[in-house]
């Protein structure tokens, strides 16, 4: 059973940074692919960013260019490095470990965190 466990998420002014953490732990890690989603108000769970276990990324397209997802197993840690935020990055984000990725698709697996909000006033 794999647990995982998000931080670092706050209140950030538009244009501003903040990376997420998300620190896995229990049997099976380091795990080969990883992600990020969110879940905006009112919105359905969405796909964030996925990293496979040689560090291929992938990426939904409204965060390309301003969000790098990142791993570290010898930590057994991922993170995802927000830059530019704008008000629609206001979501929980959530860490998903050991799904599989299919071409640039990632499939969520069942080890889900309890997430971390991450606020960007208008």
């Known amino acids: 059973q794999v647990q995982v466990a998000e931080s670092g998420g706050g209140l950030v002014q538009p244009g501003g940074s903040l990376t997420l953490s998300c620190a896995i732990s229990?049997?099976?890690?380091?795990?080969?692919?990883m992600g990020w989603f969110r879940q905006r108000p009112g919105k359905e769970r969405e796909f964030v960013a996925a990293i496979n276990w040689v560090g291929s990324s992938y990426y939904e397209d409204s965060v390309k260019g301003r969000f790098t997802i990142s791993r570290d197993d010898a930590e057994n840690m991922m993170y995802l490095r927000m830059n530019s935020v704008k008000p629609d990055d206001t979501a929980v984000y959530y860490c998903?470990?050991?799904?599989?990725?299919?071409?640039?698709?990632?499939?969520?697996?069942?080890?889900w965190g309890r997430g971390t909000q991450v606020t960007v006033p208008s």
């Open positions: 229990g049997n099976s890690v380091p795990v080969a692919a």
């Open positions: 998903n470990s050991g799904g599989t990725i299919r071409g640039e698709n990632y499939l969520p697996s069942n080890n």
